[in-house]
């Protein structure tokens, strides 16, 4: 007791300094706490903080105290101005006050594409009724309630161990929630701050669940989404939709507003959502890299991997720059984006007789077949090309069909800039930077997206010709479109700038022209100027591949509902594939080129290989601890992190790659050699033996001890040490190179990939 009322002392000694009342601008700040100093005469954590608050200022302390965190994080947001922050960083209870960060969105023929529609060794009937009692929690911009998607037919009773709940709101009224949809809950008040004032002050802008973006009903119905007949976007891609999950149960956390995700919102919807009982939690959604203490999206899903919530989140639409992932912490499934079978050809026909192929999801009534006049042209400020704002001179566009190259301003915003400066149609081209992917957006005009080297043909056409002309055309949904996948040029790439000794992204799947629910509050392009309504939309992004893993997740929950976080996150990984349909190793999108595990990470996931995976690689709570201490954090900041005040790091890896990893990142640096163990537990049938395979560059010799292992019951678990040696006479280079380390039998094949650099970036 002395010890703590002398923390207390020294708490509110730290104050001394401040003056009272204060006139200088407030923000959010996240302070985290040493959980265990709160002196037992506070009944609650969250009447220490206030009176903490208090001390800082004569005012009301609960209106500068925004969350009270519990779970997630060890500490509270507040409403401070810069010399309070400073003053909470004086006290020794306070461990660390970080101002409030912003994170980005990263913004159906799924099911058939990912084999869900087809029979697989576990039972149909089974599998959906354990999904009964799979709980799936969304963070995003909310939700949509009253879409087919959210439908709840079927479902039997909501499980009792669920403590969530369905907010009111103005325009959410708790009956809104059904047998589906079991919870929604909003999160604003770091908005509220940052944005200076009331929510009320912005008409569209409702504190409630609601979704006014359509993002968060998209990644939502992804995950879990009832099946709903007749589902198309304005005719594009009719059929069925469905969620990965269809008979799980979602819970909303609207943490996304019109200015961006806070992280004092998102942190405190992880912390409703772990103690809710979510069992997945999705986040379509993520910042820059940054030290594990000071990413809230990790601190949060630290601790709900350690009480056994599988945390999915996007890697980011950075691609395909190096270095460019988001949510890089082992304990979360980083998710990378690749094409489905699917696609909405439109065609671009020249007055030269060329006619090029693009996509387009434009569903007006077209342009006619009279070819009319093409431009393209640097218009003001050189920035014509880009159809930039004010960019495009009227007198040169109207009438005609102007060329765009992507980049810098949304896709659909050049459409509407070309149509309101009197244009009639766009080509949207393609530059080095997307290669030759091939986004299909629900233009306003009609409109055609084109590849890098379809767009410089065209491009020069336009520049040579002296009477260019265009006429454009659509074709609809086509199916089984070879090769796919491919992955997407904006899919965000490694290396992993945190720990490069841990690969990532983890997995890619379907995040290109992705069917799923929409919002009715906005227009399938989110224009403002955009009327349109409908009931799905067409998006892409590594948001969009995020949920299918997600839901993926949740049936393997359903199937295996003692397995950990990590032991699903490695049947995921070791059984994703790496050849596309057409027999030949995945592509990528944004040169051509054969992709590799910085891009594609393990491979796109396969479903029914996963329910069944032989062998996993599982990590404990202790583990990632371990791994933790191994990056030379002060021991202050892995308490951050773990939330527990006795570790010491006595207990550390000697290089944050021995962490027991389903791939293999080695950075030799100044070593020549690189040595790890891990250990397969066994999830197969009892008296399985595997032999190991082994691909390597030869400028890398591998070296697996023991060859064979021999498993003689289920779960039992063995170890393999693989010695990794840069063979002196090789040439050092300064690109990665890659390899695999398999274990199979006739039944299983566990894969890891393996991606060497000599030097780090």
């Known amino acids: 007791m002395a010890s ?10 730290s104050f001394a300094f401040l003056p009272f009342l204060s006139a200088m601008p407030k923000q959010t700040y996240i302070v985290h706490v040493k959980h265990q100093d709160k002196p037992s005469f506070y009944v609650t954590h969250h009447d220490w903080y206030s009176s903490q608050l208090k001390s800082l200022s004569d005012s009301d302390s609960d209106s500068s105290l925004l969350y009270t965190y519990t779970d997630a994080y060890h500490g509270f947001a507040a409403s401070l101005d810069a010399d309070q922050a400073e003053s909470l960083r004086r006290s020794e209870s306070v461990i660390g006050v970080y101002e409030d960060t912003v994170y980005n969105l990263h913004t159906t023929r799924t099911p058939e594409f990912l084999g869900l529609e087809i029979e697989s060794g576990h039972n149909t009937q ?73 929510i009320s002050k912005k008409p569209k802008e409702a504190e409630s669940p609601r979704d006014l973006d359509g993002h968060g009903t998209h990644t939502a119905s992804t995950a879990a989404g009832s099946n709903v007949a007749n589902a198309s976007l304005l005719g594009y891609a009719s ?39 979510v069992d997945v939690l999705s986040l379509s959604l993520g910042g820059g890299s940054a030290p594990y203490y000071r990413d809230t999206i990790a601190i949060g899903a630290f601790t709900a991997v350690e009480k056994g919530i599988f945390v999915s989140c996007s890697a980011g639409n950075g691609g395909p720059v190096r270095a460019s992932l988001a949510n890089v912490a082992p304990w979360i499934m980083t998710v990378g984006a690749g094409t489905l079978d699917r696609d909405f050809p439109a065609f671009a026909s020249l007055g030269n007789k060329k006619r090029f192929t693009g996509v387009s999801l434009y569903s007006g009534k077209g342009m006619g077949n009279k070819p009319v006049g093409l431009v393209y042209s640097k218009g003001n400020n050189g920035t014509g090309n880009l159809c930039l704002p004010g960019s495009l001179e009227p007198d040169f566009v109207r009438g005609k069909v102007v060329v765009c190259d992507r980049g810098v301003n949304a896709r659909v915003e050049k459409g509407s800039i070309v149509r ?89 799947g379907p995040g ?17 100027t955009d009327t349109r309504k409908t009931q799905f939309n067409i998006m892409s992004g590594t948001s969009m591949s995020c949920p299918h893993i997600s839901g993926l997740a949740a049936l393997l929950k359903a199937a295996h509902p003692t397995w ?170 300064p690109r990665p190179e890659f390899g695999s380390i398999v274990w199979s039998n006739s039944q299983y094949q566990v894969k890891s990939p393996v991606a060497f650099a000599w030097t780090q970036l």
Request: aromatic share 8%; net charge positive.
């Open 4 to 13: 703590i009322s002398m923390a207390l002392l020294c708490f509110f000694a």
């Open 126 to 198: 089974v599998l959906d009724q354990a999904s009964h009692d799979v709980i799936i929690g969304v963070l995003d911009t909310g939700v949509w309630p009253e879409s087919k998607s959210f439908d709840d037919t079927g479902l039997p009773e909501i499980p009792t161990r669920w403590r969530g709940q369905c907010e009111s709101g103005s325009d959410f009224k708790p009956t809104l929630c059904n047998k589906k949809l079991i919870g929604a809950r909003s999160f604003s008040k770091g908005f509220h701050t940052a944005s200076g004032g009331s």
């Open 239 to 277: 059929g069925t939709a469905r969620g990965m999950a269809t008979q799980a149960r979602i819970g909303i956390y609207k943490v996304c507003w019109s200015i961006g995700c806070f992280g004092s919102d998102i942190l405190a919807g992880m912390d409703r959502a772990i103690s809710d009982g």
């Open 420 to 508: 309101g400066a009197g244009g009639i149609g766009m080509i949207l081209a393609n530059t080095a930077e997307s290669g030759e992917e091939l986004v299909a957006d629900s233009h306003l005009l009609p409109a055609v997206a084109v590849g890098k080297k379809v767009g410089d043909l065209i491009r020069e056409y336009v520049r040579s010709d002296p009477n260019p002309t265009a006429v454009l055309s659509f074709g609809g949904t086509v199916l089984d479109v070879r090769p796919s996948p491919v992955v997407a040029a904006f899919s965000s790439r490694g290396p992993n700038l945190v720990t490069p000794q841990i690969l990532k992204p983890d997995v890619i």
């Open 512 to 528: 290109v022209n992705i069917l799923a629910a929409w919002s009715d509050a906005v227009g399938p392009t989110g224009l403002d």
């Open 564 to 733: 950990s976080p990590s032991a699903i996150k490695s049947a995921l990984m070791t059984t994703a594939y790496t050849q596309d349909n057409t027999k030949s190793p995945l592509r990528d999108a944004a040169g051509g080129g054969f992709s590799n595990p910085l891009a594609h990470g393990a491979g796109h996931v396969d479903p029914h290989k996963a329910l069944d995976p032989g062998l996993v690689y599982d990590i404990s709570t202790n583990d990632y601890i371990s791994f933790l201490c191994s990056l030379d954090y002060p021991i202050d900041r892995v308490q951050t992190i773990v939330k527990r005040p006795n570790v010491t790091c006595s207990r550390k890896f000697s290089n944050p790659g021995q962490l027991n990893y389903p791939s293999f990142s080695i950075l030799f640096g100044n070593k020549r050699v690189v040595r790890y163990t891990r250990v397969l537990t066994n999830v197969g049938a009892p008296g399985s033996v595997y032999d190991v395979a082994v691909s390597a560059p030869t400028s890398v010799g591998v070296t697996v001890k023991p060859t064979k292992l021999v498993f003689r019951n289920v779960g039992e678990k063995q170890r393999y040490t693989v010695t990794f040696v840069a063979k002196k006479d090789a040439a050092i280079t």
